[in-house]
């Protein structure tokens, strides 16, 4: 349904931090990166926060479901209709229940409501055909971490770390031209939403500013090693988790310490992550919110094998790399290219996830 070329595709992204809906434009033929365009964020306000929260577990069919798809669909309609002369959108919709395995994977939001809104055809449901044929459905973001890697000229095996709700890693060798081949990525642990959790329910506010709270407390010892030795951090990748990944008990702590075990938690689901690279990285990239936590980053610093820094530092914007990801990945499912592989999700073969729906 795309024709050769470069276009320009809008992606966005919904995340498990409930903060928002990022919007970004990519131009892009679905392999290879030529630019960049406008972006745009639109914040859930408390009350719409509160419905995707109550939310959240719930399959298709029930009345919060409902609720939340409407927030969603609400949210994209008023935020995209800022964008103009797009040949394509990306939809990822809200994750409110992930079981591969299970039940499967539910984000909630029409792609269909929003290409009749917006009047251009949309790529939406991306994770289902993945966990259909036996895959994670998720981490999604890594075929166009690979296109990035090249885009920016890497030369060496690279990390792009994202801190979103949950913390997930991309190890690719831009040296290997198909992305399918190229890329080991996984879940490594709790990201952002455990600390956002804890800030909202100590201190009423949505997170801990600059990790301004984490670097007043110390890390508790105790729990950090237990939390170590939870069995998903010895799965062989690929493998996912929602936003009740695993992370320590922190109730009986100063709410100083809680963030900060809190954020060491994460630290140690990223220490642990480079046992199953194939080989070391020459650096981390790091992308997501959580890279403006300076308590969190200087601790995933002081534990990594390799220099970490924020994807800014290689002219990248790591606000909009998630909503960027899926601008990229509609361009492959128009094109009808692979979306995740077996190194990516674990899905038996490379598998092209998403369902056009046309104004």
Not at 14 to 38: K, Y
Not at 41 to 68: H, I, K, N, Q, T
Request: proline share 7%; aromatic share 6%.
């Amino acid at each position: 349904m795309l024709k050769g070329g470069m276009h320009r595709i809008l992606g966005t992204m919904s995340g498990t931090s409930l903060d928002g809906v990022d919007a970004a434009v990519l131009v892009t033929d679905g392999v290879e990166i030529a630019g960049f365009g406008d972006t745009a964020f639109r914040p859930y306000s408390d009350d719409e926060r509160d419905v995707l929260r109550a939310a959240l577990g719930a399959w298709p069919g029930s009345a919060l479901a409902e609720a939340a798809g409407e927030v969603v669909e609400l949210a994209h309609a008023q935020l995209c209709a800022g964008f103009s002369d797009i040949a394509l959108m990306g939809f990822h919709g809200q994750t409110l229940a992930h079981e591969p395995g299970g039940r499967g994977t539910h984000q909630t939001g029409s792609g269909q409501v929003l290409a009749h809104a917006l009047g251009w055809p949309v790529v939406s449901n991306f994770r289902s055909a993945d966990v259909r044929l036996g895959g994670q459905g998720a981490p999604l973001a890594p075929f166009y971490h690979h296109a990035l890697a090249r885009f920016i000229k890497a030369t060496e095996p690279l990390v792009f770390l994202n801190l979103g709700g949950v913390a997930n890693v991309t190890w690719v060798d831009p040296a290997i031209p198909k992305p399918e081949h190229a890329c080991l990525a996984f879940d490594c642990g709790p990201g952002n939403a455990p600390m956002d959790d804890a800030m909202a329910a100590r201190r009423g506010a949505r997170r801990d500013d600059g990790g301004a709270l984490a670097a007043r407390g110390t890390p508790e010892t105790g729990l950090l090693e237990a939390f170590s030795r939870h069995e998903f951090f010895r799965r062989i990748p690929p493998k996912s988790l929602d936003r009740a990944a695993p992370a320590p008990d922190v109730r009986a702590l100063s709410d100083a310490d809680a963030l900060a075990t809190l954020a060491a938690a994460t630290a140690t689901g990223v220490a642990l992550a480079f046992e199953h690279f194939p080989r070391p990285p020459a650096r981390m990239l790091v992308c997501g919110g959580g890279r403006h936590n300076k308590t969190l980053m200087a601790m995933i610093a002081a534990v990594s094998d390799c220099p970490v820094a924020p994807v800014e530092e290689a002219g990248l914007d790591g606000d909009m790399i998630e909503a960027q990801a899926f601008a990229y990945l509609a361009a492959r499912v128009a094109r009808g290219l692979p979306t995740s592989a077996p190194g990516t999700t674990g899905v038996a073969a490379p598998v092209g996830g998403g369902e056009l729906n046309t104004p």
